[in-house]
Nanobody, 124 residues
Framework: QVQLVESGGGLVQAGGSLTLSCAAS????????MGWFRQAPGKEREFVAA???????TTIADAVKGRFTISGDSADTLYLQMSSLKPEDTATYYC??????????????????WGQGTQVTVSS
């Protein structure tokens, strides 16, 4: 069982920056793929970025490429550094995890564990 707790959301003006954190309760995340998803009101949940803690491979959605960066540390924490934020980035951001099986995945249905979400609001 893996418990995920997100933090770092908030209200920011367009063009600003925020860093989200996701603390995982399970030690040794080396066998896990962890990712960020977001969901805006009335829209489906969409992939943002993912990182393997086994080897360090990452992938990021085209919509945020060049503005968002995913990273992790040895303390079982996943980060999402967001810059040049736009009003369309407004959403609830979720951290997710699944056992690593050798490939990165952008499909939310393949992730087994989810955090409660943290709200990011970007004002224009």
């Amino acid at each position: 069982q893996v418990q995920l707790v997100e933090s770092g959301g908030g209200l920011v003006q367009a063009g600003g920056s925020l860093t989200l954190s996701c603390a995982a309760s399970r030690r040794n995340p080396g066998n896990y793929l962890m990712g960020w998803f977001r969901q805006a009101p009335g829209k489906e949940r969409e992939f943002v970025a993912a990182k393997s803690f086994s080897g360090g491979s990452t992938t990021i959605a085209d919509a945020v490429k060049g503005r968002f960066t995913i990273s992790g540390d040895s303390a079982d924490t996943l980060y999402l550094q967001m810059s040049s934020l736009k009003p369309e980035d407004t959403a609830t951001y979720y951290c997710a995890a699944k056992p690593w099986r050798g490939r990165l995945t952008k499909s939310s249905s393949e992730y087994d564990y989810w955090g409660q979400g943290t709200q990011v609001t970007v004002s224009s």
